[in-house]
């Protein structure tokens, strides 16, 4: 709404700010005043803790890796056209995964460590928001890979036309990156962050050979054919991991 009014400085501010500013409300609301306690402090405790925030903070930069390093090697091979197609083209991929992010990612989550000794629970859980997922995603990437170009057209003129094919097939991230999130959630709930940090280095991986393959299509087929590539690997991983540690 502020980008509407031309406020867009401000419109960004309060999309950084008001989040956790609303999030510490409600904390403080339902646990009351939210003060550091030192008295538990000692070394062992000291210990657990940055062992816990230091896998945290090494999957988080890898996560940050998988993004700019990944963006650097489409504008190495691919060159600065084609990154410009597929920045754009993967902003409208990730539609679905912002909107179920709440769901699939926070709630996910929690939902997930309150039942970790409950297998029948996460299994419903995880039935759940794999349905409510593809009732979300599945009708838009339907409607991105029939109609790519007249989608393309009205968001961004006919200036953009070497998008519609990247989006068409790009369309199926449209499903796959909301269950990669909800994958993260299940690992995370197993306090499998380190194996997180490992699934983002081989979507790089695959990236970079899926980019470095030879094959002779054009470079926005090979873009998107490489992320949807990188993008599997991960997911798979995550399926794969979580099942068996959950046995």
Known sequence: YSVYLGAGVYGLLLREILPPVLLFSL????????????????????????????????????????????????????????????????YLVNITNRSTAILNQQIGLVWFSDKDRDRAARQQGLTLLILVTFAISLPIAICFYIYPTWIVSMLWTDTWSDA???????????????????????????????????????????????????????????????MVTSYLVMLLGSAGISWVKSR
């Open 27 to 90: 904390l403080w609301i339902k646990l009351g005043p939210i003060l550091p306690n030192t008295s538990n402090l000692n070394v062992r405790y000291l210990k657990s803790f940055f062992r816990a925030s230091g896998t945290m903070y090494l999957t988080r930069a890898s996560e940050m890796a998988y993004g700019r390093i990944g963006i650097l090697m489409i504008e190495y091979l691919l060159g600065a056209a084609t990154l410009g197609l597929v920045t754009q083209s993967m």
């Open 164 to 226: 519609a094919e990247m989006l068409r097939v790009l369309s199926v991230l449209v499903v796959v990156i909301p269950l990669y999130t909800i994958g993260k959630s299940v690992m995370f709930s197993l306090r499998l962050n380190l194996q997180v940090g490992i699934l983002y280095l081989m979507g790089l991986t695959a990236l970079f050979v899926s980019l470095t393959s030879g094959f002779e299509i054009a470079s926005v087929t090979l873009a998107a054919l490489a």
